[in-house]
Antibody, heavy 116, light 110 residues
Framework: EVQLLESGGGLGQPGGSLRLSCAAS????????MTWVRQAPGNGLEWVSS????????YYADSVKGRFTISRDNSRNRVYLQMNSLRAEDTAVYYC?????????WGQGTLVTVSS | QSALTQPASVSGSPGQSITISCTGT?????????VSWYQQHPGKVPKLIIY???NRPSGVSSRFSGSKSGNTASLTISGLQAEDEADYYC??????????FGGGTKVTVL
């Protein structure tokens, strides 16, 4: 059974940084691309970033390009999202997801609040 | 990176069938069969109800079905029940290697 567990959320300062982590289990992690999706309070789902299994292909939404960095450690079955230059509009629940591989799998999410 | 287009709201009476549309382009919905649908109740994690256009995960009611024609995917809920009242989102892979979500549809059971 695929399991994804996010951590690292919390309160961040405007202009500050946070690093999210997602621990994966139940599948051959290095084989598959991983994705971060977020949902701001009262809003819909927004794709944030994806990284291929080998880290050779990385993609970002325009809203986070240049501020967020996705990475992965296949030896530890983890994917990360480094969030810099945080803005109030980055406040959201962030989900780690395995998409496009049969039934999608999502974590429970971690809440990021950007406020002074 | 434009969102897929969904109606803001759809309503129906118990027992009726409703259909939610999800319109994209020839670069996403029209090009790939990687279209998923999610159900989300308030305060809950999105739940996958359809993947790869037509497939239902184990445990999801057969009242939910998916289809696609051209650049538009559709989710049909038959025999509408009170518990189906929720927000529904579609998602598609794109030719840019990214994913795109619809804006969401609020389903109301009258």
């Amino acid at each position: 059974e695929v399991q994804l567990l996010e951590s690292g959320g919390g309160l961040g300062q405007p202009g500050g940084s946070l690093r999210l982590s997602c621990a994966a289990s139940g599948f051959t992690f290095s084989t598959y691309a991983m994705t971060w999706v977020r949902q701001a309070p009262g809003n819909g789902l927004e794709w944030v970033s994806s990284i291929s299994g080998s880290s050779s292909s990385i993609y970002y939404a325009d809203s986070v390009k240049g501020r967020f960095t996705i990475s992965r450690d296949n030896s530890r079955n983890r994917v990360y999202l480094q969030m810099n230059s945080l803005r109030a509009e980055d406040t959201a629940v962030y989900y780690c997801a395995l998409l496009g591989v049969g039934p999608d799998s999502w974590g429970q999410g971690t809440l990021v609040t950007v406020s002074s | 990176q434009s969102a897929l287009t969904q109606p803001a709201s759809v309503s129906g009476s118990p027992g009726q069938s409703i259909t939610i549309s999800c319109t994209g382009t020839s670069s996403d919905v029209g090009r790939y069969d990687y279209v998923s649908w999610y159900q989300q109740h308030p305060g809950k994690v999105p739940k996958l109800i359809i993947y790869d256009v037509t497939n239902r995960p184990s445990g999801v009611s057969s009242r939910f079905s998916g289809s696609k024609s051209g650049n538009t995917a559709s989710l049909t809920i038959s025999g509408l029940q009170a518990e189906d009242e929720a927000d529904y989102y579609c998602n598609s892979y794109t030719s840019s290697g990214t994913w795109v979500f619809g804006g969401g549809t609020k389903v109301t059971v009258l």
